[in-house]
């Protein structure tokens, strides 16, 4: 079965630094979502990615925060500076356009935790 | 914006109780309906889905979800639990018509004691 899979599955960073999260969706996918989730609570909408273009973001998503489909498999997810309350896992996922209308089930990956000190 | 309700945050049941968690949407348009589940330390999974037709959509392990219209409602159900059931349940809630966008509810932690 396909899957949308995450790298690295952990990354550690500097408060400061840049990190990119890599996620390679589900091929015939065109509607492209980041998560986050801080630990011992919810899931967050960040982004979704269509066409190309941001469809939307959430509040979280703010100028630090950028997404790229920079070839036709992976869909990145850039903090340009991290902050210590970036720590998180990040989940990204897929998902189809549904024949019955609207959206078809999103697939996740298996995340990133992200940790900055 | 549409918006996801579930009311019961936390529920803490005994094996072979009964199990139903609430999810309410706030969209009058057609939408298509998602329970999620995540395991300790695991990443979302699909448990079940309604589309159309019999608003009665069975799931995995047992899990069963009913779409009732005119609630705005899609609250899930499973008549035994178990032990392996502890995790995190997520609704979630995409409009038809209105973009690409999933709306997740803020979760119920279910905790199963054996």
């Known amino acids: 079965e396909p899957e949308v899979t995450q790298t690295p599955s952990h990354q550690v960073t500097q408060m400061g630094q840049e990190v990119i999260l890599r996620c390679v969706p589900i091929?015939?996918?065109?509607?492209f979502y980041w998560y986050r989730q801080i630990l011992g609570q919810k899931v967050e909408f960040l982004v979704s990615f269509y066409n190309n273009e941001i469809s939307e973001k959430s509040e979280i998503f703010d100028d630090q925060f950028s997404v790229e489909r920079p070839d036709g498999s992976n869909f990145t997810l850039k903090i340009r500076s991290t902050k210590l309350e970036d720590s998180a896992m990040y989940f990204c996922?897929?998902?189809?356009?549904?024949?019955?209308?609207?959206?078809?089930?999103?697939?996740f990956g298996p995340g990133t935790r992200l940790l900055v000190l | 914006a549409q918006s996801v309700s579930q009311h019961n945050h936390h529920v803490i049941l005994s094996e072979a109780a009964s199990l139903e968690l609430g999810c309410n949407y706030s969209y009058g348009g057609t939408v298509n309906l998602f329970w999620y589940v995540q395991y300790p330390g695991q990443h979302l999974q699909l448990l079940l889905k309604?589309?159309?037709?019999?608003?009665l959509v069975k799931g995995i392990k047992g899990f069963e979800a009913e779409f009732i219209k005119s609630k705005f409602s899609f609250n899930l159900r499973k008549p035994s639990v178990q032990w392996s059931d502890t995790a995190e349940y997520f609704c979630?809630?995409?409009?038809?018509?209105?973009?690409?966008?999933?709306?997740f509810g803020t979760g119920t932690s279910l905790t199963v004691i054996p």
């Open positions: 091929s015939n996918h065109l509607y």
């Open positions: 979630a809630v995409n409009a038809r018509n209105t973009g690409n966008q999933f709306y």
């Open positions: 309604y589309f159309s037709g019999d608003p």
């Open positions: 996922a897929s998902s189809a356009r549904s024949r019955a209308g609207g959206l078809e089930t999103q697939y």
